[in-house]
């Protein structure tokens, strides 16, 4: 027997195997790395652990999000008479404006400023609305074409609309008016001017990330029985900027998954999963 030539042929298969061996493993972890746990399991375990944490999903999950960037914001400041002339086009006459005050009132209603860009209305003789056209209320709005319906907060005694920026809505810039099916009593509306990205674009969490951080950061002995999940929106709201800057732009809006459960919302941040306030 030839030794060497046996001792050659056994390293070369053995660089054969260990080359094999080696692409086996790369091709493995590619695998890995390119493995997605389907939608309906993600979902699945998110309603699992929602349900440990004392909720129900009653809601659409979206199940995709674009990159989002910071907003960058500041308040209107409207001329009280413009306010007036949107809110009274027939009788503006009739009411003493007082600027220095920022009030404005007569037999047709009033108008308050309120500051942060934001004022009241209220009609001692309601506007007229058709019926089953909530949008009308826009018409006596200051800029009302920035504002969409918010259904999932509005109700029959009440319309809420969203001011939108490229097609999100902004939670806390809102018309919120007092309504019937006919008419129009009155509503307070906050306005954001020169809104502009405050940086990049960068990816969010997904709404099941969100759903995941809510249900997480719940205790089940605070809130009731059967908690009850209505709906996840992707927007924004405010954070103020916390480098002690007090110019007039300082104000910052971050993309937000709204959650929505009964009476209650929960704003999630949508960068960092944090649940950043709670309202009922």
């Known amino acids: 027997m030839n030794w060497e030539t046996t001792k050659t042929w056994l390293i070369v298969s053995f660089s054969l195997l260990d080359l094999f061996l080696g692409w086996q493993l790369v091709q493995n972890r590619q ?34 999000a674009p990159n989002l960037s910071t907003l960058q914001a500041t308040f209107a400041k409207p001329k009280l008479s413009n306010l007036v002339g949107e809110a009274f086009p027939k009788s503006a006459s009739a009411l003493r404006q007082n ?3 920022g009030t404005a009132q007569g037999a047709p209603g009033s108008v308050k400023l309120l500051g942060n860009g934001t004022w009241q209305v209220s ?9 089953g056209n909530p949008g009308q209320v826009l018409n006596w709005v200051d800029n009302g074409s920035l504002y969409h319906l918010d259904p999932i907060l509005s109700g029959p005694g009440t319309k809420i609309f969203d001011e939108v920026y490229n097609g999100f809505p902004i939670f806390d810039a809102t018309v919120d008016s007092t309504v019937d099916v006919t008419h129009l009593y009155g509503y307070m509306q906050t306005e954001l001017v020169h809104i502009t990205p405050a940086d990049k674009a960068k990816p ?19 809130i009731g029985p059967d908690n009850k999940i209505d709906s996840i929106t992707l ?6 900027d916390t480098t002690g800057s007090e110019t007039a732009t300082s104000n910052y809006w971050f993309p937000v998954w709204r959650i929505v459960s009964g009476s209650t919302v929960y704003y999630i941040n949508a960068f960092s999963g944090e649940v950043e306030t709670a309202s009922s």
């Open 31 to 64: 695998e890995m790395q390119s493995y997605t746990e389907p939608y309906a399991d993600l979902l699945a375990n998110t309603k699992t652990l929602l349900a440990d944490h004392g909720f129900s999903l009653d809601a659409s999950v979206p199940s995709s």
């Open 204 to 222: 969010v969490i997904t709404a099941l990330d969100a759903l995941d951080s809510l249900a997480q950061s719940m205790d089940k002995s605070t």
């Open 235 to 240: 927007g924004y709201a405010q954070k103020v």
């Open 123 to 131: 009609y001692t003789v309601p506007q007229p609305l058709h019926q």
């Open 99 to 101: 600027t220095a005050a």
